[in-house]
């Protein structure tokens, strides 16, 4: 009789602990009472090894999943397992790439978790949802009425009743085509037979239990702290994210207070940063200047570097790159250059000289004088060699306003030139022209300005200004770190990657 049962595909049920095996029967020992399985499915897993054998002892359920007829032989099971990928059990769909499969067979097994049953037709096949589905309830909730109601999955559930019906013959797809004809769109969408609508509904909670989201998650958890891979983290944990300016790394805390003069100061400005840079004495700013020329810095290195410092800012006040490209041709800008006869003036010339390169129509202002500063004829000379236009008097500046007006005529000692004829005719041209004005560097609150800046450009450190002076910005002269030190101030340099920048007033 135990003969009789050889080549049978059966499912073993063997509680908990061991789980459920199928296969197909190799061998029955009545004496031992033991029964092999060749090739088994362990949960529907394929085992690594080829035959297990169990004892009467061990199994709580045995089921016969199909019995050998006359006709069949071995060459039907290998056939279904090659093709479709477990033995002899009907036809199976491979678990997918997400862990997911789909079981077709006659008989119904003790290990699906859930059985969608089917009105009794000799082609109709039950639907059994392999324990290898172990998905989430969104998962379910997304798919399980799409695969048992739509058209797509009756059509593959037909062919693959065909498939076990007959295991030599190939089910070829269904299309479009019928009878060499293209079937309507009607009959496409609204030819199946409604009685293969599954009567029962499908048990959520009852396959949702099969999956313990966190014991897998753990696991999950456990082996990237393991292998170092980066953790997915909680649900409600939310990423840190930094802005363009920020510093990802921790670092020390800033100091914003890194210049120290020896004198209290009257006034502080602050950087956009947030740094403070304090006012200096005209006093202690005039000993600086003198000793880092002692050290090298040089006059003329000064007035080179004013003069780009100053021409750099000027390009951006009369629109930068946006106004100033071949294509703007038509409009050049123009810039009235006042300078009067001292230092001041000769950093504006330089300034000028700058600016003219860089293709700005420039006027510049210097009254006549028997005598010049040696510093004022160099910059002269080298302005002569540009397209810049030099005038002396005030009726030969231009009537209409010009883009930008650049003020040198006020210094910090020759406070006399302010009751000269020129000067007066210069300020009264200025304030009448309605053009922004810049200032360079600028002398001190106490002496009064005959022109309103809207912008003013310090040198290496601010001065305390008034309130005519406007917006304050500060230049990188060049000055080093160890002069700036010498003269008892302890300095840090507040410019970062610019040559100017702006001052805000705290």
């Not at 054998?53 to 099971?77: H, N, V």
């Not at 067979?105 to 859930?114: E, F, G, T, V, W």
């Not at 050290?295 to 100053?310: D, F, I, S, Y």
């Not at 917006?471 to 030190?485: H, S």
Request: glycine share 8%; aromatic share 6%; with cysteine.
């Amino acid at each position: 009789m135990a003969t009789d049962w050889l080549g049978s595909i059966v499912s073993i049920n063997c509680g908990e602990s061991l789980g459920v095996y199928q296969g197909r029967v190799s061998a029955v020992d009545q004496v031992s009472q033991t029964i092999s399985l060749t090739r088994p499915f362990h949960n529907g897993v394929k085992c690594l090894v080829p035959e297990v054998t169990f004892r009467a002892g061990d199994i709580t359920e045995l089921k016969i999943l199909e019995i050998p007829g006359p006709g069949d032989s071995r060459q039907c099971g290998d056939l279904q397992q090659t093709e479709m990928g477990i033995p002899g059990v009907g036809c199976q769909v491979g678990p997918s790439q997400n862990g997911t499969g789909k079981v077709l067979k006659k008989p119904i097994s003790s290990s699906a978790p859930q059985n969608i049953p089917r009105r009794t037709d000799t082609k109709n096949q039950d639907i059994i949802i392999s324990p290898q589905q172990q998905c989430s309830k969104s998962y379910m909730d997304r798919h399980v009425e799409t695969l048992t109601q739509s058209k797509s999955f009756r059509r593959r559930h037909n062919s693959w009743s065909s498939s076990s019906r007959h295991p030599n013959q190939v089910t070829p797809k269904k299309s479009g085509l019928k009878n060499g004809q293209m079937k309507s769109k009607d009959d496409e969408c609204f030819g199946d037979d409604i009685d293969e609508i599954p009567d029962t509904d499908f048990d959520f909670e009852g396959n949702l239990a099969l999956f313990d989201k966190a014991a897998v998650f753990e696991e999950i958890e456990t082996y990237e702290r393991k292998s170092g891979t980066r953790s997915r983290g909680t649900p409600n944990e939310k990423p840190a994210r930094y802005r363009h300016d920020e510093n990802i790394l921790e670092s020390e805390p800033i100091v914003y207070r890194r210049i120290v003069v020896p004198q209290n100061a009257n006034k502080e400005f602050c950087t956009d940063s947030g740094l403070v840079v304090p006012c200096v004495s005209y006093e202690l700013h005039k000993k600086l200047l003198s000793v880092a020329e002692k050290h090298g810095l040089t006059l003329e290195r000064r007035l080179e570097m004013t003069g780009v410092c100053a021409s750099q800012m000027a390009l951006s006040l009369l629109g930068g790159p946006n106004r100033l490209n071949p294509k703007n041709v038509h409009q050049r800008p123009t810039v009235a250059l006042l300078c009067g006869p001292h230092v001041k003036g000769a950093q504006g010339i330089s300034c000028g000289r700058h600016l003219s390169n860089h293709d700005v129509h420039v006027i510049l202002f210097l009254p006549n004088f028997v005598k010049m500063l040696e510093s004022i004829t160099n910059e002269l000379n080298l302005f002569s060699k540009t397209q810049g236009q030099q005038v002396s008097s005030v009726k030969d500046l231009p009537d209409t306003p010009v883009d930008l007006v650049i003020n040198c005529l006020d210094c910090h000692e020759n406070a006399f030139l302010r009751d000269q004829p020129w000067y007066k005719a210069v300020v009264d041209w200025a304030n009448q022209n309605r053009a922004p004005v810049l200032s360079i560097d600028p002398p001190i609150s106490e002496m009064e300005q005959g022109i309103d800046a809207k912008w003013s450009l310090a040198l290496g450190l601010p001065l305390p200004l008034g309130e005519r002076a406007g917006r304050v910005y500060l230049c990188d002269i060049g000055i080093p770190q160890k002069v700036f030190q010498e003269v008892g101030i302890n300095y840090h340099s507040p410019f970062g990657c610019k040559f100017v920048i702006p001052l805000h007033s705290t």
